[in-house]
């Protein structure tokens, strides 16, 4: 298996509370993997990990072949890392157009002050293609702020795209959508990563998207591994089904993502 991604063995810990216990996983190169489980499994801390937000308190992270468990967060997104989270980052004066553009400042070469504007025909032009492949060129010069919330998830995945990423991390894209908006990410993320090869991690709730699209799935319960395999065998998982459906016990939903993400 060609892996892109890696995690060796990763740890995280906030004080006596452990997020993410000793994960081991490899995204394939040139799949769309999901990373699932319920609310408290450490998902978005996964990401924040892969993304250097966080620096794991135990364990390794590869990507393509090179340990980045060091490196700093602008140094991911230099190797060809872009993600979403899962609240909007968005620049809401800006037009639609306009926060594309920013998005992709660090993938022309540009004098300094093009690295605060980028206002290069070369990065216009990217910018409008990947409006054009997401549906949103309609809206190129409204506010940000003016599209409804659905528009606003896909601005915000046609912004990580600016980067022209290898590897990008959506932390749940479909949160908040419509069905007939989840039908066109679905349609979105398919074309990225048959079309252009990009590989996918996703962090998702709308099951209805994860097993559309995915190759893979990993299912996280209370930090850890607890399932693994492709759509079919994760559905009928018993220990799946007992994570999403089976009863808790007291104190147990104040585990580590609902503590830090």
């Known amino acids: 298996m060609d892996d892109l991604l890696a995690l060796d063995a990763v740890t995280m810990r906030?004080?006596?509370?452990?997020a993410v216990n000793g994960l081991s996983m490899g995204v394939t190169r040139g799949t769309i993997h999901a990373l699932i489980g319920p609310n408290g499994a450490?998902?978005?801390?996964v990401f924040n990990c892969v993304s250097r937000i966080y620096r794991?308190?135990?364990?390794?992270?590869?990507f393509d072949g090179r340990d980045v468990t060091g490196l700093p967060a602008h140094a991911m997104a230099g190797l060809g890392i872009a993600r979403t989270f899962q609240n909007l980052e968005l620049f809401n004066e800006l037009t639609v157009?306009?926060?594309?553009?920013?998005?992709?400042?660090?993938r022309h070469e540009t004098r300094l002050i093009e690295r605060l504007w980028p206002r290069s025909p070369k990065t216009r032009a990217w910018a409008e293609e990947i409006l054009e492949g997401t549906g949103l060129k309609d809206c190129r010069d409204a506010k940000a702020n003016g599209l409804d919330f659905g528009r606003q998830k896909l601005l915000e995945v046609a912004r990580a795209l600016a980067l022209s990423p290898t590897l990008l991390l959506l932390d749940e894209p479909a949160a908040g959508l419509r069905s007939r908006e989840i039908e066109?990410?679905?349609?979105?993320?398919?074309?990225?990563?048959r079309e252009r090869g990009i590989t996918v991690l996703?962090?998702?709730h709308v099951m209805q998207l994860v097993m559309s699209i995915s190759d893979r799935i990993t299912v996280l319960s209370f930090g850890e591994k607890i399932a693994e395999g492709t759509p079919e065998a994760v559905r009928g998982d018993p220990r799946v089904i007992e994570a999403y459906l089976g009863t808790k016990q007291p104190g147990e939903a104040a585990h580590g993502e609902a503590a830090h993400g």
């Open 14 to 18: 906030f004080g006596g509370l452990t």
């Open 184 to 193: 066109r990410l679905d349609t979105i993320l398919t074309g990225l990563n």
């Open 56 to 62: 794991p308190t135990e364990g390794r992270i590869r």
């Open 97 to 106: 157009l306009e926060n594309v553009m920013l998005g992709a400042y660090s």
């Open 202 to 204: 996703l962090v998702e």
């Open 42 to 45: 450490g998902k978005s801390t």
